[in-house]
C-alpha cells in the first residue's frame, strides 16, 4: 500500500465498519461518515478520520466507497448538491446492494455529474473482510477499476471485475443470492418442521449441512443443462421431485406449520409435468419460469406458459 493512498467510507452500518476498519488496519488513510452520528466512534480510535459532512468525507479522497442498504439511500447521500459538487472529477465505488437497473441509473447519473463510477456487491459477511475469504464483485471501466484496484485490495479476499456493463455486478449479486435467500428460507422452514417432529436443531445440523455438500455439484449439473439445453432427467425425474415436495408439504401442514415457499416450489414442478415434461429434469422450472416452456410436442415457440 502506498504511504500516500486514501480512501472515505461513506455507510457505516455492520459492513461499512468492516470495510473502514480493514482499511484502517491496512494503513490505508482512511476517512468516514455516516448520516447517524455516532457510528465512527471505535473507528476513530484506529485512526479513522471523522468527516463533520458527506461533502467534506469525499473530498478528503479520491476514491469514495458507499456501502449503505440500498440505492434510495446511496442516492440520498450522493445527489446532494454539494456532496455531488465535491465528487467532481473523483471516483465512487458503490459497494451498497441494489438492482442492476439501480446500478445503471446511478452510473448514468455519475456521468451526468462528472464524477468516475464503479459499480459493485460485497457476497460474503462482515467476518471474511480482512480476510481471504471475503468475495468482491466490481462492474464499471475497467481502467478505473485497474487504477483503484490496489486500495480496494486492502480489504482482502478476491476482487473480480465482471465487465464494463455497471449492472454486472449486481445482476451476479441478485441471481447468487436468489440461490441463498431461497436456501435460508428453507433452512428456516426445515428448524421448524424438523423440531415439530421431536428432531431439535443441534440433531439436524450436521445432515443439514450434508444437504449444502451436495449443492455445489447441483449447481455445476443444473448451470451445464441450461447452457447446453439439456433436460435430460434419466436419474432424478421431476415426477420424483414433486413427490417428494408433497412429503414436505403434508408434514409441515399436519404441524400447521405453513408450507407457502415449498407450495410455491411443488407447484412450478406440477406444471412442468403437466405440460409433459414429467420424465426431464428440474432444470425444466429455469424454462417455466422464464415462460419459455411449451407444451410438450407442440410448435416451438407457441403455447409458451408464464411460470
Ligand atoms: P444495512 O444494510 O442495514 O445498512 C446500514 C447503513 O445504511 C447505515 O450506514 C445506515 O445509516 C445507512 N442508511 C440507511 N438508510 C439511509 C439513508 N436514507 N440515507 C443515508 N444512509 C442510510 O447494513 P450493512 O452495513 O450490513 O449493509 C450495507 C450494505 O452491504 C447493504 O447493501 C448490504 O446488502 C451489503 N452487504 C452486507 C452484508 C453483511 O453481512 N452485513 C454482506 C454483503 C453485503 P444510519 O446508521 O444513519 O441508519
Known amino acids: 500500500?502506498?504511504?500516500?493512498?486514501?480512501?472515505?467510507?461513506?455507510?457505516?452500518?455492520?459492513?461499512?465498519?468492516?470495510?473502514?476498519?480493514?482499511f484502517v488496519a491496512a494503513g490505508v488513510r482512511t476517512t468516514v461518515w455516516n448520516r447517524t452520528p455516532g457510528r465512527d466512534g471505535e473507528l476513530v480510535e484506529r485512526g479513522a478520520l471523522r468527516a463533520a459532512s458527506a461533502a467534506e468525507a469525499v473530498a478528503?479522497?479520491?476514491?469514495?466507497?458507499?456501502?449503505?442498504?440500498?440505492?434510495?439511500?446511496?442516492?440520498?447521500?450522493?445527489?446532494?448538491?454539494d456532496v455531488?459538487?465535491?465528487?467532481?472529477?473523483?471516483?465512487?465505488?458503490?459497494?451498497?446492494?441494489?438492482?442492476?437497473?439501480?446500478?445503471?441509473?446511478?452510473?448514468?447519473?455519475?456521468?451526468?455529474?462528472?464524477?468516475?463510477?464503479?459499480?459493485?456487491?460485497?457476497?460474503?459477511?462482515?467476518?471474511?473482510?480482512?480476510?481471504?475469504?471475503g468475495v468482491f464483485l466490481h462492474s464499471g471501466p475497467r481502467d478505473l477499476y485497474d487504477a483503484h484496484l490496489p486500495v480496494l485490495s486492502a480489504l482482502g479476499g478476491t476482487h473480480t471485475h465482471l465487465g464494463e456493463d455497471?449492472?454486472?455486478?449486481?445482476?451476479y449479486d441478485v441471481a447468487l443470492l436468489d440461490i441463498f435467500w431461497t436456501a435460508m428460507a428453507g433452512c428456516a422452514h426445515a428448524l421448524a418442521v424438523a423440531r415439530a417432529e421431536g428432531v431439535t436443531p443441534e440433531e439436524l445440523a450436521p445432515f443439514a449441512k450434508g444437504i449444502g455438500a451436495i449443492l455445489p455439484g447441483?449447481?455445476?449439473?443444473?448451470?451445464?443443462?441450461?447452457?447446453?439445453g439439456d433436460f435430460s432427467g434419466a436419474d432424478?425425474?421431476?415426477?420424483?421431485?414433486?413427490?417428494?415436495?408433497?412429503?414436505?408439504?403434508?408434514?409441515?401442514?399436519e404441524h400447521g406449520i405453513d408450507a407457502g415457499v415449498m407450495r410455491a416450489a411443488a407447484g412450478q414442478a406440477q406444471r412442468v409435468?403437466?405440460?409433459?415434461?414429467?420424465?426431464d429434469?428440474?432444470?425444466?422450472?429455469?424454462?417455466?419460469?422464464a415462460g419459455r416452456l411449451a407444451p410438450a410436442g407442440a410448435t416451438a415457440g407457441a403455447g409458451a406458459v408464464q411460470g
Not at 3 to 22: C, E, I, K, Y
Not at 281 to 289: D, Q
Open 1 to 22: 500500500m502506498s504511504a500516500d493512498s486514501a480512501v472515505t467510507v461513506l455507510g457505516l452500518g455492520p459492513m461499512g465498519r468492516a470495510l473502514a476498519g480493514t
Open 60 to 81: 478528503a479522497s479520491d476514491l469514495t466507497v458507499v456501502c449503505v442498504v440500498d440505492y434510495d439511500a446511496a442516492d440520498a447521500v450522493l445527489r446532494r448538491a
Open 84 to 133: 455531488a459538487a465535491a465528487l467532481k472529477g473523483r471516483t465512487v465505488a458503490n459497494l451498497s446492494a441494489d438492482t442492476p437497473a439501480r446500478a445503471r441509473d446511478a452510473a448514468a447519473w455519475a456521468a451526468d455529474h462528472g464524477v468516475r463510477y464503479l459499480d459493485g456487491a460485497i457476497m460474503t459477511p462482515t467476518t471474511t473482510i480482512g480476510t481471504p475469504d
Open 166 to 171: 455497471h449492472g454486472r455486478a449486481a445482476a
Open 218 to 228: 447441483a449447481i455445476e449439473s443444473m448451470a451445464a443443462g441450461v447452457a447446453a
Open 236 to 253: 432424478n425425474p421431476i415426477t420424483s421431485s414433486a413427490s417428494s415436495m408433497r412429503h414436505i408439504v403434508a408434514t409441515s401442514e
Open 273 to 279: 409435468i403437466g405440460l409433459g415434461y414429467g420424465t
Open 281 to 289: 429434469g428440474f432444470t425444466r422450472i429455469a424454462e417455466l419460469v
